[in-house]
Structure formats: C-alpha cells, structure tokens
C-alpha cells in the first residue's frame, strides 16, 4: 500500500469515525479488525467500535510499511484480548472498546493516527506503536493528552533516557525490553561465536542508532573491535538503493556485520551486499526487526539457488511467561496456527490497559497510568489469567499479573527485562529458534 500524507491520513480517518457498524462473533479476522461492535474502514486504515460507554483503547501498529511483516503477526493480539475481557464482565461493569489504527511504519501517519485516538475516539490507552521512531512521534501526543501508551515492540533505550527525564509523566511503557539489554545478549553471542571483528549497519533512526551504540559499548567490553566504529553505517529508511551503505559496512574484513534493519528496506540492502559478493564468507548478524518468516524469502536466493541468508543468526525478545501456554492454546482455538513475534507482548500490553483501568475504578488514562505499575509489578495476588485478575480487582483485591511474554514488571521508567530467542536461517529458507540467551 502507498502511503499516505499524515494530513490526509487525519483527514480520512476522521471522516472514518461515522461509520460504525455492530457486529459480533470471534475478533480474529485476517486483517485484525475488532468485532466487539466494530467494522473494518479500509480507506482510513483504522477500525472503531460503536459502544460509546465503558473504557475505551486503541491499537496503533503497522499493517502496511517497512515493518508491515511483523506488525501483521502481532495485530490479532489486542481484539483478541479485547473479546476474551467482554466475555468474562469487561471492565468497571461494561464492554471494552477498541480503535484499531494503522500506522504505515510512519512517524508522521503514527502522528495522525495517535492524534485522532486520542483526540476524536477520546481513547484512555493506547497497544502501540512497533517502530521505535513511532512510538517517539506517538508519546509525544498521548502524553500532553493523558492517554497511555503501553507499547508491544518499540525497544530503542531513547525511551529510557526520557523516562528517567520526566518527559512521559508515567504515560509509557512497554512489554518488550529496551535494546539495551538486547545489544548485550547480541554482544555476548557474538563474542561466544569467535567473533572479535565486527562492522556495523543501521537504520537511521531511534531504534537503530541506540541499538548500535548500546551494541558498540558492549561488544568493546567484551573484547571486541567494532570495525567501522569512527565511520557507523547509517542507512536512509527511506533510500531505495544501497549499493553504497553495502560496500562501506562490509568495508575492512570484518568477522561479522551486525546489520539493525527493518525487513522492506533491510531485504534490499542485504540483496545489494550479496550482489556485490562482499558479503561472502562474512557472518550476517540480525534483530527482531526483521524477524518474519516472510523475510528470507524478500532477501531471495543467490545464484546457486540457495537462500542468500541461509546460516545467518539473530535475536528476538522472547517469551516465557506463566500465561504463554494459555495465550497460545487461545491463539490456535480461535485463529488456528502459532501467534507470531510480539504477538504476546501486544496481549501483555493490552491486558495492562485493562487491568489498570479496573484497579482505577475509572476508564481514563490518568486512572491507567496511575495504576499500571501496581497490577504489573504490585504485592498482590499472582495471576496469569486476566479474567481472574479483573475478578480479583473488582472485590477490592491487589494483583500482581505474569504475562504471556514474561512477568512484566514494569519499572518506574516503564521497562521490562525479558529474554531472547536465538534464531537461524535454515537451507530451506525457514526461520527456527536454536537457543536462549538471558543477558547480564
């Protein structure tokens, strides 16, 4: 899909509002689109329910744009989430609303997006965004607006340093840990694998510049040289060629090249590495970012007919929480199929919202961020099942919640520490998890 102008993206979906159809039924349709009394509007990209009373969220994540392949994988998450809290009583005594909005892997159509939730549908919290450069646009309206934003993906450690400034006000968080701690489990494979030359090549953006300068601290005090250190690789996310950025990252023989992409963009420069044979006999380093089984495939297969990307490695937040087994049998019974990346930190996030809200006894984002600290991370009651967790908080009871992607204790900087999956690209082009690595 072509993007679209952030004004028109506003224009649209405002437009979008008046166009509410009920419905019923099971939430998880292909496109993600909410059923608890909402209809899919394809030209605003967004999805608005009709219930006009009871607590009111929206989702702001990429269906379309540079992360479309893993921002589709964890879009069924929150409906999900949403139609599993109706079943069991919703929130504060009525139904959960949901506003579904995509945000085209764009800051300025996130912008618009965010603006609309939470200026026109009144939303009290927010599951988003994915990329980190838009979840920055995103917090920066949710805030001055006291809509929380719990974010499923968005791991750039920029969003500590701000947090730790004061300038979120506690209207942030997310289930997913800051690339801090994802740059050390990289750094420390890396070097567990012999690797003591590396290059780097990032995005240019929030996510991937802190990942290469929390990734270049740790892997020097491990021992390693960072190659390109006084000359960083930084790529245009919206460049179309990268024939130049390939050739420099690849630049001085290095033992690997840790490569921070995101999969549309990324799959064109790791295609312009191979085709300029300097990536041959060079070990590829990757991230979540591109973490989809779709990516191999985008990158394609070298002339030999093999995958270009067969043998390279990466890391992934991973999941290990005491509600992972359940969220996946729900996943299969209701959609079929494993959930895909952070599709359990998108039903962690979403569960937070709705947890804080009844713990509040109000559906406002200023209820939520008052309390969503306290049902993450509190002295209450353990409790994985998010029904039981609402029960328990209607009756007046403290509740401390362990998720699917984890415990998610969210701190007072509103981060959480997970572990990471290692994964593989095999002959047959498919992705598969080898290991775990738990960072320290």
Not at 60 to 70: E, Q
Not at 185 to 211: E, H, M, P, W
Not at 310 to 333: C, R, Y
Request: aromatic fraction near 6%.
């Amino acid at each position: 899909m072509r993007k679209i102008s952030a004004a028109l993206t506003f224009s649209i979906a405002t437009i979008a509002t008046g166009f509410l159809v009920g419905a019923c039924g099971d939430s998880s349709t292909p496109n993600g689109a909410a059923t608890t009394g909402s209809s899919a509007t394809p030209a605003a990209n967004s999805t608005t329910t009709s219930n006009a009373k009871g607590l009111k969220i929206g989702s702001l994540l990429p269906t379309t744009g540079d992360l479309a392949s893993v921002g589709q994988q964890m879009l069924g998450s929150v409906p999900l989430l949403v139609d599993t809290v109706n079943a069991c009583g919703g929130v504060n005594g009525e139904p959960v609303n949901l506003v579904q909005v995509d945000d085209q892997t764009d800051p300025k159509a996130g912008a618009a997006g965010m603006t609309k939730l939470a200026t026109l549908d009144k939303v009290a919290g927010v599951v988003g965004s994915f990329a980190s450069s838009v979840s920055s646009a995103a917090v920066s309206i949710a805030t001055p607006n006291k809509v929380m934003l719990v974010s499923p993906g968005s791991t750039s450690p920029v969003f500590t340093e701000k947090a730790q400034k004061g300038d979120f006000k506690g209207f942030w968080a997310r289930t997913a840990p800051p690339d801090t701690y994802q740059a050390l489990a990289l750094a420390q494979l890396a070097r567990k694998k012999g690797f003591k030359r590396v290059s780097t090549v990032v995005i240019n953006n929030d996510y991937g510049v802190g990942f290469e300068k929390a990734f270049v601290q740790t892997f020097e005090k491990l021992g390693g040289t960072i190659v390109n250190k006084d000359k960083p690789v930084r790529y245009d996310p919206k460049a179309q060629t990268f024939d130049t950025e390939a050739a420099a990252a690849f630049a001085g023989k290095p033992d690997a090249v840790l490569a921070v992409l995101y999969a549309e963009t990324g799959s064109l420069f790791l295609k312009a590495a191979y085709q300029q044979g300097v990536s041959k006999g060079v070990q590829i380093l990757l991230t979540d970012g591109v973490k989809s089984p779709t990516f191999p495939e985008q990158v394609g297969k070298g002339s030999d007919g093999k995958y270009i990307l067969t043998g390279a490695i990466g890391t992934v937040p991973g999941s290990d929480g005491k509600a992972l087994e359940a969220f996946n049998k729900l996943w299969k019974d209701k959609k079929g199929g494993e959930p895909g990346e952070y599709a359990p930190q998108a039903w962690d996030a979403a569960a937070l919202l709705t947890l804080a809200a009844q713990a509040a006894k109000e559906n406002t984002g200023v209820g939520i961020a008052g309390k969503i600290r306290e049902v993450a991370d509190g002295p209450g009651t353990e409790v994985s099942d998010v029904c039981e967790g609402l029960k328990l908080l209607k009756d007046g009871k403290k509740i401390n919640y362990q998720g699917a992607s984890g415990n998610v204790d969210v701190d007072a900087n509103g981060d959480v520490v997970g572990v990471y999956d290692v994964w593989t690209v095999g002959d047959d082009g498919k992705i598969k998890v080898i290991d775990k690595v738990n960072p320290k």
